[in-house]
């Protein structure tokens, strides 16, 4: 399913252009637009799903489960040089700015904690 209005959806359509780090059947990994990091990266599935939850509770979509989580964990060695961040924010209230489910990878200086 894509979602006309969804930013997600027309980037991973190839409508709106974007930096394409990794991409396969199901994963599309690009570039942050706005990174909080030198090394800010957005791990999304092709297929629209509004957030993570909606992706745990189909029992069709272990593969995308597991895909989302490898290649968010690859890329993020990829490109640390002693460690990343993987955030996934869900919901009005836990930072979610796009309704199309995205993993954030961080890398490349120290993270603090809290987060926020």
């Known amino acids: 399913m894509v979602t006309d ?3 997600f959806c027309k980037i ?10 990794f ?14 990091a030198p090394v800010h990266l957005l791990v999304m599935p092709i297929q629209h799903y509004d957030s ?8 069709d979509t272990e593969d995308l489960q597991l895909g989302l989580i490898e290649a968010s ?13 993987i ?4 919901g009005h ?3 979610q700015t796009v309704g199309h489910l995205h993993i954030h990878v961080l890398a490349g200086r120290r993270m603090t904690w809290p987060p926020g």
């Not at 991973?12 to 780090?21: H, L, N, Q």
């Open 5 to 7: 209005d969804c930013i």
């Open 12 to 21: 991973a359509g190839g409508e709106i252009p974007a930096k394409i780090v």
């Open 23 to 36: 991409r396969n059947d199901k994963v599309l990994a690009v570039e942050d637009v706005n990174p909080q």
């Open 52 to 59: 993570l939850l909606q992706v745990v509770c189909d029992q």
């Open 73 to 85: 964990a690859t890329l993020g060695q990829k490109h640390s040089t002693g460690g990343y961040r």
């Open 87 to 90: 955030v996934v924010n869900t």
């Open 93 to 95: 209230d836990g930072g």
